[in-house]
């Protein structure tokens, strides 16, 4: 009878063992089948509200960035990402359409039309800054129907073709130029990559110009206040997947890759922006 308990109770313990690794494994495939579940979008509310991929909303920060540095109106980033939107879904394209086959870029803007060459038109900053140099010279812009002015520029084929963008363009523009506080918001998966302050800080300033920073560990810290605080803050967010960025912190609040929350309040000192990236990820079991 003793062995028989004996063994009765070993088994007990085995069994209990098993259940117990098999509720480790089953929660850790939890975990990594929710990650993939996940699906990867920017929101931006405020001026109406509107959804968009990481990599288009990673353009739109840069064409909104641009606007910000040369110190036009957020009306001006609106126009220049509803036209984006339309002529390439807001995405660097390299071809062009049968209304013009040599359009290339964000803008789809011809080489054989004075936008600048091939390379020129391809790079995405030369090409916001040439919209933006055409957009200028178009009187009263800023007042102008969005989807008129884009024709103005454009002169497009199909010059309403602007319009259904609107929403988008207004809402991302308001966020971006750090009109609506808090107002972009991305839904992520965790970083598959570390992440590099120095990286962070050169596409920065390619897109803002150069801001006073320094660094601290894996956080990027960043001198900036007010709207264009928001700006910069709201920037990092919309390439939080491309720059493998895991927490921004501003104006006293804080947007969390892992948390998935939005923006919650924080204690972040005045006057800063601060901009974390991932550590190298641990090796998967």
Not at 9 to 16: A, P, Q, S
Not at 83 to 99: C, F, P, V, W, Y
Not at 198 to 214: I, M, T
Not at 254 to 283: C, D, F, H, I, L
Request: charged letters at 20%.
């Amino acid at each position: 009878m003793a062995r028989r308990g004996s063994l009765r109770r070993r088994f007990v313990l085995l069994l209990t063992l098993a259940m117990v690794a098999g509720g480790t494994f089953t929660a850790m495939a939890f975990v990594q089948r929710s990650e993939v579940l996940i699906t990867e979008h920017c929101t931006a509310a405020g001026a109406g509200s509107s959804d968009l991929a990481t990599d288009q909303a990673a353009n739109a920060g840069l064409i909104t960035a641009v606007a910000v540095r040369r110190g036009l109106p957020a009306r001006a980033a609106s126009i220049a990402l509803a036209t984006a939107m339309q002529e390439s879904k807001l995405r660097n394209i390299g071809h062009g359409d049968q209304a013009g086959p040599d359009s290339r870029g964000l803008f789809q803007q011809r080489p054989s039309q004075g936008w600048g060459t091939l390379e020129q038109v391809m790079d995405p900053y030369h090409a916001t800054n040439a919209f933006y140099d055409a957009l200028a010279k178009v009187p009263g812009y800023e007042t102008l129907d969005i989807t008129v002015a884009a024709q103005r520029v454009q002169r497009s084929a199909y010059p309403d073709a602007y319009a259904p963008h609107e929403v988008m363009a207004r809402a991302f523009a308001s966020s971006l130029t750090g009109q609506t506080p808090a107002g972009l918001d991305c839904s992520l998966r965790d970083p598959d990559a570390a992440g590099d302050t120095a990286a962070v800080q050169e596409r920065l300033a390619a897109a803002f110009g150069g801001l006073p920073a320094s660094t601290e560990g894996r956080t990027l810290l960043l001198d900036a206040e007010g709207t264009q605080a928001w700006a910069v803050a709201q920037w990092a967010v919309a390439n939080a997947k491309a720059l493998s960025i895991t927490e921004v912190q501003a104006e006293g609040r804080s947007w969390s890759r892992q948390a998935r929350n939005g923006w919650q309040s924080a204690e972040v000192p005045a006057g800063q922006v601060r901009v974390t990236v991932a550590e190298a990820p641990k090796p998967k079991p």
